[in-house]
């Protein structure tokens, strides 16, 4: 079953909007506040700050609606938004290309453990 509310946060997920901001790209709508704080810790990069900046844990696609959540349900959803936000931010940031993450855990992780996030590839070896 849907409706067109449901259709219309898909949207945010399955193509989601990204901005730059501070040389970074980041989520549209994402505070401040949490950046520079992840900024202020020590030892973390550029990468590392935009990794958990970016992560979305793909067992909170639904906000606590865990009915139906399997294991291969969230590789499904897990590799297609691989996918389309490789092709996303290759066409909004061709001059940066960002590399994508679908995380997968080892046997005896969790569900909330699948993730993905992005990072531009220039922050590979660059420390902050």
Sequence with gaps: MGNYA???????????EFVEYDGYILRKGFSEE???????????????VE?????????DVHCGDASG???DKI??????LREIY?????RQFPHSPCVVEFYEPE??????????????????????
Excluded: C
Aim: proline fraction near 3%; charge should be positive.
């Design 107 to 128: 046997t005896g992780g969790g569900l909330i453990d699948y993730q993905v996030s992005f990072w531009q590839a220039r922050h590979e070896s660059v420390s902050a």
């Design 69 to 71: 959540l399997a294991e």
């Design 34 to 48: 949490s950046l520079r704080g992840f900024e202020s810790q020590p030892g973390n990069s550029r990468k590392s």
């Design 6 to 16: 449901l259709a219309a946060g898909y949207v945010t997920l399955f193509w989601p």
């Design 86 to 90: 490789e092709a996303k931010l290759a």
């Design 75 to 80: 590789r499904i959803l897990g590799r297609a």
């Design 51 to 59: 990794w958990v900046m970016n992560h979305l844990h793909v067992a």
